[in-house]
Structures are given as structure tokens and as C-alpha cells.
């Protein structure tokens, strides 16, 4: 198992598939923000509301010179269902080797209702121009997320 990366060391390199089956890598956001978000799986509650979250707020984030990009062990098939019934505007990747999950260190061991498997820790990485991660969200609560995340860009982009 992958210890996640630490704040300030470089972003793990990675390509995964979007929605129409086109690669994307790390390599592509070079001199821009990356907000990288791992989540469980497309269309339950609380990942749900964080990709209308992200989509919501993705013009402000755009605006500060960052791309949103959300991963899940989800097929290329389900992310076109999931962004088309929520109407996101945000690029979802899939990784259903979860290479780039356990690349991140977010394939872990959780716990729900007494009992223990394996699965995707929903996180954050800001990853900055220069690729390194400037902040990360472990263990995320989705209510008021999108907020912090932006305003930690904020704060980022302001004093650089």
C-alpha cells in the first residue's frame, strides 16, 4: 500500500481515461492549478454532491488558473451517465486498476457499519503550476469542501 504523497514533494505522475475514452495526464495541467479529487463511486449521495459542488464553483476555479479533475475505480460508461444525469461540467477520470488511486496513497482500509474493506478515501490534492502538491484533504467531508478548497486557492494564488 502507497503512503500518500506529503505537501510539497511532487505530484504522482498519472494518465487515466476521461468519459470518451482520451487519455489525460499529469504532464497535460503543467503551469496550472490542479484540483485532484478521488472519490468513491458516481452517483451516490455524497459524491453526488461534491461533482455539483466542484461544478458548481468550477468558473471561480477557472478563473485562478486551475482545472478540476475528480477519479474513481468507475468505468469510462458510468462517468457518461453520471456527468450527463448531473448535468457536471468537471472532467471525471477512470481508474478502475486504481493505479493512479494507490498511486495517491487513497486506497486504503475503511470501515462502515462494523464492517472493515477496502476502498477509496474520498481526498484532495492541489497541485500546484510547478507539480508539486501544495495542500491536501484527507478523509474528506463533503459539506463545505468546495468552499475550502477554493479559498485555499485562493490564498495560493494571491500570494504568489
Given at each position: 500500500m502507497t503512503e500518500i504523497p506529503q505537501v510539497g514533494q511532487p505530484a504522482p505522475d498519472?494518465?487515466?481515461?476521461?468519459?470518451d475514452g482520451n487519455n489525460v495526464s499529469l504532464t497535460d495541467y503543467s503551469d496550472r492549478w490542479l484540483v485532484l479529487y478521488f472519490y468513491p463511486k458516481d452517483n451516490?449521495?455524497?459524491c453526488t454532491t461534491e461533482a455539483k459542488d466542484f461544478t458548481e464553483y468550477a468558473?471561480?476555479?477557472q478563473e485562478l488558473g486551475a482545472d478540476i479533475i475528480g477519479i474513481s475505480p468507475d468505468s469510462e460508461q458510468s462517468h457518461c451517465k453520471f456527468i450527463e444525469k448531473h448535468n457536471l461540467s468537471i472532467k471525471l477520470l477512470s481508474d478502475p486498476k486504481r493505479e493512479v488511486i494507490e498511486a495517491y496513497g487513497v486506497w486504503r482500509l475503511k470501515k462502515f457499519m462494523g464492517k472493515e474493506y477496502m476502498g477509496v478515501v474520498r481526498s484532495t490534492f492541489l497541485i500546484s503550476?510547478?507539480?508539486k502538491i501544495a495542500q491536501i484533504w484527507d478523509k474528506v467531508r463533503v459539506k463545505a469542501h468546495v468552499e475550502k478548497v477554493l479559498k485555499e486557492l485562493q490564498g495560493l494564488v494571491v500570494s504568489s
Open positions: 498519472f494518465t487515466a481515461k476521461d468519459r451516490t449521495p455524497g468558473e471561480q476555479f503550476p510547478d507539480g
